[in-house]
């Protein structure tokens, strides 16, 4: 009888349900990087699934204008979970609002059906801080003074000093745009693909 190998996510996926079904791996306590932060209370396994990042799932206009109404301090709860719905952490959250920006990350977020999980990505050890790389949107046309708000303090060595994707969303666009026009023209020119022999 043939054995089939698991493949990489099923792999993960029986190590999320170890650790799940093993009790929270992690607490919340005061951070040295910001306010809270979510700490291992005993070893995490590299592709782990930590936990799911919970909150009233809300539209983006209704994100906007919450957004709009708060004092901007460069801290947020909202999560972007597709293009339709974003997760506010402050109605209805749970610890996973705490996990803190790194830029040496031990963690990532991973979205799923509009659904958002905080993976491992590495092995962590017991009383390690988790943190994943929030890549924070941005426009160039921002205002600099804003987005100095969103500065980093993890400490990493390699810190790029923001929370913030380092290109701007325009910039993505417009990147995307030129290999779509790039792809189009090589398509034109190589014809259909076929050789001669």
Same mark, same amino acid.
């Given at each position: ?25 992690? #607490? ?5 990087? !910001?306010? @809270?932060?979510?700490? =291992?209370?005993? *070893?995490?396994?590299?592709? +782990?699934? %930590? ?16 957004? #709009? ?5 460069? !801290?947020? @709860?909202?999560?972007? =979970?597709?293009? *339709?719905?974003?997760?506010? +952490?402050? %109605? ?106």
């Amino acid at each position: 009888m043939a054995t089939r190998k698991k493949s990489r996510k099923a792999k993960q996926t029986q190590r999320a349900v170890d650790t799940i079904s093993d009790g929270v791996p992690y #607490e919340v306590r005061r951070s040295g990087i !910001h306010g @809270f932060g979510v700490y =291992a209370t005993r *070893r995490i396994r590299k592709g +782990a699934r %930590v936990m799911e990042y919970i909150g009233e799932r809300i539209s983006h206009a209704e994100a906007d204008r919450r957004f #709009e109404e708060k004092d901007d301090d460069g !801290h947020t @709860f909202l999560f972007v =979970a597709s293009s *339709r719905t974003v997760i506010d +952490a402050t %109605v209805g959250g749970n610890d996973a609002r705490y996990v803190n920006h790194s830029c040496d990350p031990n963690c990532e977020s991973v979205i799923e059906g509009s659904r958002v999980f905080v993976d491992a990505i590495r092995d962590i050890a017991p009383g390690e801080e988790l943190g994943y790389d929030y890549s924070l949107t941005w426009e160039s046309t921002d205002d600099p003074e804003e987005l100095a708000l969103y500065a980093c303090r993890c400490g990493a060595p390699e810190c790029r000093g923001t929370m913030l994707d380092p290109e701007p969303q325009d910039a993505h666009r417009a990147k995307a745009k030129r290999r779509k026009k790039k792809k189009q023209t090589k398509a034109k020119v190589g014809g259909s693909g076929a050789r001669r022999r």
